[in-house]
């Protein structure tokens, strides 16, 4: 059933039943259509009421029809309809009321919410702007400066600030249905307000808007929804409610067929199913109340400080009481900080670093029922360390290491129950960053997996599970795509213009701003440990420039240099004279063109990965690359961008 209809007291109430988020699919807009006929029609009602079923009111459009022609009836012709009912309309709000949810509550002629409710336009995220009135009634209804944070910047309202607004009209308790219909009965007994669409919008600054612009276009990052969304917006202030529907219409529809888009909808259904993999459906995780981790590093602290965001009580183990106390402090740093940005009040700072247990020594560690490991890439270190573990942790307790290539199977080598072994690759800043690679022995056992499964859900994290090789996924490919960089390097092609043209595709920063950020000499210790195992590796322009002593930001140059104090890359001639050797005369490359051979890399080694059994499905690699190594949202992914490539190349033959 998508809509349930109940008669009490001379009012309708109309209750959308869509699981899992009444999303407002096609059979839900026939029936609310058809309804909103027959309630106008029956004379014992007075009043309808709008609802959803469950703990939400209505978390959008059914995404799924983005595909496919718009099937009518449309959501702006289903809201126009609910809006000009001779009935007055009520939309009752408890949870989300998001995108298409939040729109159909503007047609109504009232709202009221429970305290739990939240309102937003999360549709710039999906590469398109709302489509149903959004960018048309919401500035009519809570005025310009505060509608285009929802709209383009995608704020979310909590229920407080919504009446303070005057989006939501009154705040009321559970069972929401019975006061909607006290909320009815007493709003019939005074004139009713004047639909929004008709209310008069006040007049804005016209600076006020160039600001909003430049700061939209600045966050956006070139993305093309949330510059659009604010133009939509301002189309209607300036032309007119009718002409600003059509408007935003337009733009909308045309979004909805662009590439962008489509980018957007994929990481969305591939994130939703990222959280629950097929294979794990049917499996009990274990419970996990506290967690030790070991490692009072950056590392360390920031999986830490992830934990406690996640309400988990935490116990950090150093080897000293001088990096002890060093951990906490850098702890402390982290929530202190949030609390600087708003995200944190005070007194909850203080709650979250007050439930992290310090300890020197593993013994504190007896009674966590997860303990990661997060302490340096060696393997002897990590060997100690599980060694230690396993003579203390009960037998029972998960135990996880943070690696980011080392074969967990051989940290886990001796260790009693192996079963409940697991690596769990988190990124830095842990607390920040959302990508967990989850990386299981082929000891570990189904429950452990589901265990580390439920534990990024926990940490609202994306988890991807990986096969064992080295580099697991992300690191693999990223170590594919530097290659290639510096393959087009010494052909003779300059570091800066194969930065900017990774700028100009939507990455924050270019394979060689990157490693002169991260430091050179990281990798370069890794190729000299190979080395120094006889594998053959062979010299490399970075290695020429660490053992020039140019490490980097964090040494003034690398490949780049650096003035004291600022991390802007400078062109650099010592950095040229350096790499000469290995390089071919300039040559200059289309930014098309060095793109395009980057991300071929990318892919073909994703197309490795998946031969191997590495990583399951092709998004798998498209959500390590967006969520941990910075490759742009709104592009997809390399394996994405590979497969739209392969259906133009078919396309046009």
């Given at each position: 059933?998508?809509v349930?209809?109940?008669?009490?007291n001379g009012?309708?109430?109309?209750t959308?039943?869509?699981?899992?988020?009444?999303?407002?699919?096609?059979?839900?807009r026939?029936?609310l259509?058809?309804?909103?006929?027959e309630?106008?029609?029956?004379p014992?009602?007075?009043?309808v009421?709008?609802?959803g079923?469950?703990?939400?009111?209505v978390g959008?459009?059914?995404?799924?029809?983005?595909?496919?022609?718009v099937?009518?009836?449309?959501?702006?012709e289903?809201?126009?309809?609910?809006?000009?009912?001779?009935?007055?309309?009520?939309g009752a709000i408890?949870?989300?009321?998001?995108?298409?949810?939040?729109?159909?509550?503007?047609?109504?002629?009232?709202r009221?919410?429970?305290?739990?409710?939240?309102?937003?336009l999360?549709?710039?995220?999906?590469?398109?702007?709302?489509?149903?009135?959004g960018?048309?009634?919401?500035?009519?209804?809570?005025?310009?400066d505060?509608?285009i944070g929802?709209v383009?910047?995608n704020?979310?309202?909590?229920?407080a600030h919504?009446?303070?607004l005057?989006l939501?009209?009154?705040?009321?308790d559970?069972?929401?249905?019975?006061?909607?219909?006290a909320?009815?009965?007493?709003a019939?007994?005074?004139?009713?307000?004047?639909?929004?669409s008709r209310r008069?919008?006040?007049a804005v600054?016209?600076a006020?808007?160039?600001?909003?612009?430049?700061?939209i276009?600045?966050?956006?990052?070139?993305?093309?929804?949330?510059?659009?969304?604010l133009?939509?917006?301002r189309?209607?202030?300036?032309?007119?409610?009718?002409?600003?529907?059509?408007?935003?219409?337009a733009?909308?529809?045309?979004?909805?067929?662009s590439?962008?888009?489509?980018?957007?909808?994929?990481?969305?259904?591939?994130?939703?199913?990222?959280l629950?993999?097929?294979?794990?459906r049917?499996?009990t995780?274990?419970a996990?109340?506290?967690?030790?981790?070991?490692?009072?590093?950056?590392?360390?602290?920031?999986?830490?400080?992830?934990?406690?965001?996640?309400?988990?009580?935490?116990v950090?183990v150093?080897?000293?009481?001088?990096s002890l106390a060093?951990?906490?402090?850098?702890?402390?740093?982290?929530?202190q900080a949030?609390?600087?940005?708003?995200?944190?009040?005070?007194?909850?700072?203080?709650?979250?670093i007050?439930?992290v247990?310090?300890a020197?020594?593993y013994a504190a560690l007896a009674e966590?029922?997860?303990?990661?490991?997060?302490?340096?890439e060696?393997?002897?270190?990590?060997r100690?360390?599980?060694?230690e573990?396993?003579?203390?942790?009960r037998?029972?307790?998960v135990?996880?290491t943070?690696t980011?290539y080392?074969?967990?199977?051989?940290?886990?080598?001796?260790?009693p129950?192996?079963g409940?072994?697991?690596?769990?690759?988190?990124?830095?800043?842990?607390?920040?960053?959302?990508?967990?690679e989850i990386?299981p022995?082929?000891?570990?056992?189904?429950?452990?997996l589901a265990?580390?499964?439920?534990l990024?859900?926990?940490?609202?994290k994306?988890p991807?599970?990986?096969?064992i090789?080295d580099?697991?996924?992300?690191?693999?490919?990223?170590?594919?795509?530097?290659t290639?960089?510096?393959?087009?390097?010494r052909d003779?092609?300059?570091?800066?213009?194969?930065?900017a043209?990774?700028?100009g595709?939507?990455?924050?920063?270019?394979?060689?701003e990157?490693?002169?950020?991260a430091?050179?000499d990281i990798?370069?210790?890794?190729?000299?440990a190979?080395?120094?195992?006889?594998?053959t590796?062979?010299?490399?322009?970075?290695?020429?420039?660490?053992r020039a002593?140019?490490?980097?930001?964090?040494t003034?140059?690398?490949w780049?240099?650096?003035?004291?104090?600022?991390?802007?890359?400078?062109?650099s001639?010592?950095?040229?004279?350096?790499?000469?050797?290995?390089?071919a005369?300039p040559?200059?490359l289309a930014?098309?063109?060095?793109?395009e051979r980057?991300?071929a890399?990318?892919?073909?080694?994703?197309?490795?990965?998946?031969a191997?059994?590495?990583?399951?499905?092709?998004?798998?690699i498209?959500?390590?690359?967006?969520?941990?190594?910075?490759?742009?949202?709104r592009?997809?992914?390399?394996?994405f961008?590979?497969?739209?490539?392969?259906?133009?190349?078919?396309?046009?033959?």
């Amino acid at each position: 059933m998508t809509v349930k209809l109940e008669r009490r007291n001379g009012i309708a109430v109309v209750t959308i039943d869509n699981p899992p988020v009444n999303a407002l699919g096609r059979a839900v807009r026939e029936k609310l259509w058809a309804l909103a006929g027959e309630l106008d029609e029956d004379p014992s009602v007075r009043a309808v009421v709008l609802t959803g079923a469950g703990k939400l009111f209505v978390g959008g459009a059914d995404i799924t029809e983005f595909d496919r022609p718009v099937e009518p009836p449309g959501l702006p012709e289903l809201i126009a309809r609910i809006e000009a009912a001779a009935k007055p309309w009520v939309g009752a709000i408890r949870g989300v009321a998001l995108g298409g949810g939040l729109e159909i509550t503007l047609g109504c002629c009232f709202r009221i919410a429970t305290a739990d409710a939240r309102f937003a336009l999360p549709e710039t995220t999906l590469g398109i702007i709302p489509g149903a009135g959004g960018t048309q009634r919401l500035p009519r209804l809570i005025g310009i400066d505060h509608a285009i944070g929802v709209v383009a910047e995608n704020l979310t309202l909590d229920a407080a600030h919504a009446v303070e607004l005057g989006l939501v009209d009154r705040l009321v308790d559970e069972p929401l249905v019975d006061a909607a219909e006290a909320f009815v009965l007493e709003a019939l007994e005074r004139p009713l307000p004047e639909p929004v669409s008709r209310r008069p919008v006040a007049a804005v600054d016209p600076a006020r808007l160039q600001e909003a612009e430049a700061r939209i276009r600045r966050a956006a990052r070139g993305a093309a929804a949330p510059p659009l969304a604010l133009a939509a917006l301002r189309f209607g202030l300036e032309h007119g409610f009718a002409s600003g529907m059509a408007n935003e219409r337009a733009v909308f529809l045309k979004l909805r067929a662009s590439p962008e888009a489509a980018a957007l909808r994929y990481l969305f259904f591939a994130e939703r199913a990222a959280l629950r993999p097929a294979d794990m459906r049917g499996i009990t995780p274990f419970a996990i109340g506290r967690v030790g981790v070991v490692g009072g590093g950056t590392m360390g602290v920031g999986i830490a400080a992830a934990l406690r965001n996640a309400n988990l009580p935490v116990v950090l183990v150093e080897r000293d009481e001088t990096s002890l106390a060093r951990g906490m402090a850098a702890l402390a740093a982290v929530f202190q900080a949030a609390r600087k940005k708003g995200g944190l009040s005070e007194a909850e700072a203080e709650r979250r670093i007050g439930a992290v247990t310090g300890a020197v020594g593993y013994a504190a560690l007896a009674e966590c029922d997860l303990v990661i490991e997060a302490v340096f890439e060696d393997l002897s270190v990590k060997r100690a360390v599980f060694a230690e573990l396993g003579r203390i942790c009960r037998r029972d307790a998960v135990l996880a290491t943070n690696t980011s290539y080392i074969d967990p199977r051989l940290i886990a080598a001796g260790l009693p129950e192996p079963g409940r072994f697991i690596g769990l690759h988190f990124f830095s800043p842990a607390q920040v960053m959302k990508l967990l690679e989850i990386v299981p022995t082929p000891a570990t056992r189904p429950e452990v997996l589901a265990t580390a499964f439920d534990l990024a859900r926990r940490l609202a994290k994306i988890p991807v599970r990986s096969g064992i090789c080295d580099g697991f996924i992300g690191n693999r490919i990223l170590r594919r795509y530097r290659t290639e960089a510096e393959v087009l390097l010494r052909d003779g092609v300059s570091a800066a213009a194969i930065d900017a043209a990774m700028r100009g595709f939507g990455f924050a920063m270019g394979p060689f701003e990157m490693q002169d950020m991260a430091g050179l000499d990281i990798s370069f210790l890794y190729r000299e440990a190979a080395r120094s195992r006889g594998e053959t590796v062979p010299e490399t322009p970075g290695d020429l420039l660490v053992r020039a002593g140019r490490k980097g930001q964090k040494t003034g140059g690398g490949w780049y240099d650096y003035a004291p104090g600022d991390r802007t890359p400078q062109p650099s001639a010592e950095a040229a004279r350096i790499l000469a050797p290995m390089q071919a005369p300039p040559q200059t490359l289309a930014p098309e063109a060095i793109v395009e051979r980057l991300l071929a890399a990318m892919a073909a080694e994703g197309q490795a990965i998946l031969a191997e059994g590495i990583a399951a499905i092709p998004t798998d690699i498209d959500l390590v690359e967006v969520h941990g190594y910075g490759f742009p949202r709104r592009r997809g992914g390399p394996m994405f961008q590979a497969s739209r490539a392969a259906n133009r190349t078919q396309d046009g033959n």
